[in-house]
């Protein structure tokens, strides 16, 4: 069993190229190196995926960095349905600023964050470990369980659509601008943009009612230096397997079974029940 380490928490601002404040947080735990974790759509740094997992990390001596994307929590900017790429350079911002004083061993992303961290990848090379947890690789898919069945109809003639909570109260609204964003966000030619020296781990849940399991697959054909790891029985947030979720990322960071010059690791592990 790890030692527990002592972990300083500091409060960190990062502007990004559009002079809006990121407010991210730094769990030091001794180690030069520090993980960088995104978290999900509408959601926070605080996310309770991500905090279990920078418990994780902390406990096990790696320091990590968790912040709000712009528009979310505590950072600044307006909420924008999609997205990706902004966030994208929201992250490069942030590593940016934490290579100053650190080395990034890592970046991991929870749903829409495996996104940008898998686009972050293919957009700049300087980080060669990446985790997808629960990303979407088809992002056509998923839209109209949020904005309903005739929602293209709808963002044509009204130029945006409201998506509502139970109460009819708006949550957020999509442009068509913010739609085409997603639409036009190419999964497929990221991940063959992806360098070899990179490794990356996708890591998702066979019982995610969000994003299908088979979204993960796809990951694992396309990526050339991959590992892809099912954790039978998880839903999209991990909720009665938080701790294996947190030993296979230990596990990956740690490992350097996976050289640089590999081929790809087409291989899939499925976690016992």
């Not at 898919?141 to 139970?166: S, T």
């Not at 796809?218 to 397997?241: D, Q, R, S, W």
């Amino acid at each position: 069993m790890a030692t527990a380490t002592p972990v300083a928490q500091q409060r960190v601002v990062v502007p990004n190229k559009h002079g809006e404040k990121l407010v991210g947080v730094l769990h030091s735990a001794g180690s030069k190196e520090v993980v960088v974790l995104c978290h999900g759509f509408r959601a926070t740094k605080e996310d309770n995926t991500i905090v279990k997992l920078i418990c994780a990390l902390t406990t096990n001596g790696i320091s990590a960095f968790h912040f709000d994307f712009s528009g979310n929590g505590e950072s600044e900017g307006v909420f924008q349905y999609g997205n990706y790429r902004k966030e994208a350079e929201d992250l490069r911002a942030v590593i940016l600023c934490l290579s100053a004083t650190h080395e990034i061993g890592a970046i991991l992303g929870h749903s829409k964050g495996g996104n940008v961290v898998v686009l972050y990848a293919s957009m700049y090379h300087d980080v060669r470990t990446v985790i997808n947890v629960s990303g979407r690789f088809a992002l056509d898919r998923g839209i109209k369980g949020r904005l309903g069945e005739k929602f293209m109809l709808r963002i044509k003639r009204d130029g945006y659509v409201d998506v509502m909570d139970k109460t009819g109260k708006v949550e957020f609204r999509v442009t068509e601008e913010s739609l085409m964003d997603r639409l036009s966000t190419n999964m497929h030619e990221a991940c063959l943009s992806i360098e070899n020296g990179c490794r990356v781990l996708t890591v998702h849940g066979s019982s995610d009612e969000i994003i299908p399991v088979e979204d993960a697959f796809e990951f694992a054909k396309l990526i050339p230096n991959h590992k892809l790891h099912i954790v039978e029985g998880a839903n999209h947030c991990y909720t009665e397997h938080q701790e294996e979720l947190a030993s296979v990322v230990l596990d990956f960071i740690k490992s350097n079974q996976v050289p640089l010059s590999c081929p790809r690791d087409t291989g899939t592990v499925f976690s016992r029940m």
